[in-house]
Every structure is written in C-alpha cells, then in structure tokens.
C-alpha cells in the first residue's frame, strides 16, 4: 500500500503545481463507457481498487472512493492501509461528493481539478455547484502521472450480417428525425458518442474494449451527410467501401474537435442527449447545444422478429454449453479431482468456445463458491480462485457473443449431497434460494399493461424476496445488445428512476431477469434469465423466456407455488 500512497503524494504535488486544491475523476472513458480499456482506468491505478463502478476525491489531507454495494467488500479489501476511506455510496448518511464538497466549501472555496474528458456532463454541473472553480487535469497528465500507462488498443473491424435492417436504412431514418427537430432555422448536426449506438447504426463491430465489441469513434450526422471519426488506420478495403455504400464518410478519430468548431463557429446547432456528453465536449460545444432524446438507444433496444429468431437459436447453443460445463464439472468432482472457481471458468469456456459463431465472452466469467457468491460481482483471481468442495454452492453468472447475438445466464448449483449438509443451515439456504427463485418466475410470467416501465416491473419482482426479510441493491434487469454491450438501457427494471427504468417496454426489448439474495460470509444466489418482451392477449404484453437451461431444483422447497 505504500506504493498507493506514494502515488497519492504525486498526484497531490501535481494538483497543487496546477492551482488545484483537490482531485476528482470516475471510471470512464471520453464516450463515458461502462467497460473502459486499461489505458482509461487511471482511478483503479491511483486507488488500487478494480471494480466497475467507483468516484475517487483527493484533497491536500484526504482521500474518499465512493462505490455501490456491489463492491463494498471488495472495496474494504482493496483500499485496507491505503489512506484512502471507503464511501459506501447509497447508504443512509453517506453523502454524494457533491454534498461532501459543498459542506466543505462552507468553510473555505475549492478549485477542484478533474480529467473533464471522461466526466459526464450531469455530474459536472452537479461537481461545479459544489466548488468556486473545476479545472482540467488533461490526459498529457494522467500520462505524467502514470509512467507506466497501457497503450490504447485499436482492432479492425468487421460488417455483423444478423441485423434485418441495413445501415443505410438506419441513417436515412436517423437523418428524417434530425430533420424533424426545430432549430431555427440554424443547421443541425447529431452528435453520437455513445460506441453501441454508433456500432448498432452502421452494422459494424470491433474489440476495442474487453467483453464488448465496440470500436473508439465518434458519428456526426447531418440531415444530408454523415461522418464516422474512428482510427481509420485500421481499416481494409472492404469494410470502407461498405461504409461508403452506406452513406458514410470517414475521418480521423482526432478531427472532431475540430469539426465542431468550424461548425458551431458558422452559426450551427449541435444535438446531443445530455447523459452522452462529457464535460470537455460540452465545454467545446457550449451555446451551440440543443438537448435532445435522439432515438438511437430506443430503436436499438427493440429487435426484430428476424433477430430474435437468430437469438433463440443462439440461446439454445449457449444453454447445452451450460448445461454441458456442469455435467463435467460433477463428474470430474465425483471422481475426486480438485477443481478450482478457475477451472469452472476455463471449462466453461471451452464448451462456448466451441459453438459456430462464438466471438468471446459478453464479461468476465463469475464463478463463486459460497461465501464469495455473495459478491455480486465476484471475479476469481488468475491461479487464486477457491477450490470447489462438495457439498457447497457454486454460482456461475456468465454468458457470450455470437455472430447472432449476446447471452447472460446466471445459474446456482447445489453440488454435493444435502445430507451432508448442517441442516439448520439447509433450511436458511433452501428459503433464500426458493425466495430467488419465485421472484425470478413471477417476473418472467407478468403481464402488464402497455407503458409499464422498469421500476413498476422492479415491484413485482422483489415481492417475494422482500416477503422473507430480505432484499437485493442491485437491479433486477437490464437490456441485453445483439452482438453489443451486455448492458444495454433502455430497458432496464430498478427501483431507480433513470431514463431506462422510466422508459415504457414495447415487444422486441429483450432484457435480463435476475433477482438475488446475498448473505455476507454464507451465501450468494442469483438466478438469471433473458425475457424477450411480447404481445399478450387482449392488448396485454408479458414476457417469453430465451433462455435454455435447465435451473437447479435441489434446493427448491416442497411447495405448490413452485410448480413443482
């Protein structure tokens, strides 16, 4: 941890040098990315924590890194002797940094420095409010500040062919809604930043960043003209008369700050959705925004009937994988092999691997025994994972892209035999799993009204795990891309209100169904599925479930509501 604190030192010096009294910056990158590349996670090599999902503030004398409950375990771990204090983000009398810098500034005004490429823009405004002053802290010194820094990795590209919609009819349908906005007259451009929508747009896919196959660009449309800034170095033949042919024009990834200049310099309006801008690109732009809710993530959200037919038969390849990988894993442990979490993911993989059309992994595998599955986000260390020891839990939350489509299954069995058990324990663990199980059902067999969003269906579904007690702080589901992120929003079921969540489910949403119970020190169980939202009877919708593979019952009590 010394090695922690010395960089903190650093890194307080160089603040300091710049007129800067504190440090602020979050897990991103410039298209403010859920899964960013190495050379992105500076906080990870200023902190020392590798979760997804963290805020780092450091002041002459402090240092606070605030992150959700799904970390809050690794985090305890991660930032032991570092200096810095764990900010245990969504509970009770933990306030925002926002807050905390505001208490602080009554007392004396702060110049906050801040690497303003990869800060959203909503928390920007809330950040500014906050202190007398935010400066940039730009990449040339983060690069100062991490000698070592990982380069950015750039990978070619390739057309995905299981769209039913061609990218030239999805630009034509995107340049008819700029030309529906007012802006007085002034000319319009669209701004997309986001690297699933522009991939989604133009049919093309990369390997930019792990577990999603993006590539780093930028899309600038006009209602008569289109522009793709991507690193076009990479680029063969094919792919850029495809691009052509679809009315794109391409240019170097660097130029569009340049773009945006001689565009709003000439009187021109930049359309932007506020969530997808971060504060440097805002500070470009400035007066020359107009906020709108561009309709690319909700057009991409909703597949076709063709789409979903490629999906199921994706799904039914990657349930006999699943199916497989636990068939081995039970008959290598009856014969006594020691297995590890780590094997469980290599064997895992190996099945998938072998399926036509498998690209890679939608995420890194999570495969947790017992007490670690109550880790939502549980990763086995390289070498270091725990040995898998009848009789004992096994949690495995995984899943894939394929040429056709995307998967995340998330599976519990019980490995063993139950008498072998401590049966007041059983009982406890059979409750929890049945209460997961049961939320699970009864979300996947909902029927509700059209214009039903996420956080009415989130009710539904925590009703029988919040009948015994307890209760889950991450969401119960997400959208899922076709051949793209494995989170996607819209849509998304959560208790918290956010675009996705408060976004209605029209058929052709797939999304995942996934309550969990965790129990620190005992257990973790999560059971997910993928749903596909559909046409009920009498202008109902419901859902129908993509995924194929069988659920563990074993630890399903004897109980009619079951369907046992």
Request: hydrophobic share 40%; proline share 5%; net charge negative.
């Amino acid at each position: 941890m010394s090695e922690i604190k010395n960089r903190l030192l650093s890194l307080r010096s160089a603040i300091k040098a710049m007129g800067a009294d504190a440090f602020y910056c979050t897990l991103s990158d410039a298209h403010l990315s859920e899964y960013i590349q190495k050379a992105d996670q500076f906080l990870s090599f200023l902190s020392g924590f590798t979760g997804s999902n963290a805020e780092l503030l450091v002041t002459a004398d402090k240092a606070f890194l605030w992150t959700d409950s799904r970390y809050w375990e690794q985090a305890e771990r991660q930032l032991l002797n570092s200096g810095i204090a764990l900010m245990r983000d969504g509970e009770k009398d933990v306030p925002s940094v926002a807050d905390w810098l505001s208490e602080v500034n009554t007392k004396k005004s702060t110049v906050l420095a801040v690497p303003l490429e990869t800060l959203p823009l909503e928390r920007y405004k809330k950040i500014q409010e906050s202190v007398i002053e935010v400066i940039d802290f730009p990449d040339e010194a983060i690069t100062k500040e991490w000698p070592d820094r990982p380069k950015r990795e750039i990978s070619s590209l390739y057309i995905h062919r299981a769209s039913s919609v061609s990218a030239a009819d999805k630009l034509k349908r995107l340049q008819k809604y700029i030309e529906s906005i007012d802006t007085q007259a002034s000319p319009s451009a669209l701004l997309l930043t986001k690297l699933d929508d522009i991939a989604w747009l133009t049919n093309l896919r990369g390997a930019d960043i792990a577990f999603n196959p993006v590539f780093l660009s930028w899309a600038w449309v006009l209602p008569d003209s289109a522009t793709l800034f991507l690193h076009d170095e990479i680029l063969d033949d094919q792919v850029a008369q495809y691009l052509k042919e679809a009315g794109w024009m391409i240019a170097p990834y660097a130029l569009l700050e340049k773009t945006i200049e001689s565009f709003t310099s000439q009187g021109g309006k930049v359309l932007a959705r506020e969530s997808d801008l971060n504060a440097k690109l805002y500070s470009q732009i400035n007066d020359a925004w107009v906020a709108v809710k561009h309709p690319v993530a909700l057009w991409k959200s909703v597949k076709t009937q063709e789409e979903i037919a490629g999906l199921k038969e994706v799904m039914k390849a990657d349930g006999e994988a699943l199916q497989a990988f636990i068939d081995e894993l039970k008959a290598r442990l009856a014969k006594g092999e020691k297995l590890t979490e780590n094997d469980a993911v290599d064997i895992l993989h190996q099945k998938r691997s072998a399926i036509e059309g498998f690209i890679g992994e939608s995420f890194s595998t999570i495969a947790a025994v017992d007490a670690n599955a109550a880790l939502p986000h549980y990763e086995p260390e390289e070498g270091r994972g725990s040995l898998i020891t009848p009789p004992c839990l096994l949690l495995v939350d995984s899943g894939a892209h394929y040429d056709r489509g995307t998967t995340d299954t998330t599976r519990v069995w019980f490995l063993g035999d139950p008498k072998d058990y401590p049966q007041e324990k059983l009982r406890r663990l059979k409750r929890d799993y049945t209460a997961v199980f049961l939320a699970m059902k009864t979300l996947s067999e909902a029927t509700f009204k059209p214009g039903t969003n996420g956080v009415q269906l989130d009710r539904i579904a925590r009703a029988p795990i919040q009948a015994i007690g307890a209760d889950f702080g991450h969401g119960t589901g997400h959208g899922i891309g076709l051949t793209l992120n494995v989170h996607e929003t819209p849509p998304s079921i959560s208790p918290r209100e956010r675009e996705g969540t408060l976004t209605p489910f029209e058929p052709g949403m797939v999304t995942s169904d996934e309550p969990g119970i965790y129990r620190p020190g005992e257990w973790g169980i999560r059971i997910e599925n993928m749903l596909v939202c559909v046409e009920k009877e009498d202008g109902m919708l419901g859902f129908e479930t993509l995924t194929q593979c069988e659920i563990d019952r074993t630890l399903l009590m004897e109980n009619s509501l079951v369907g046992l």
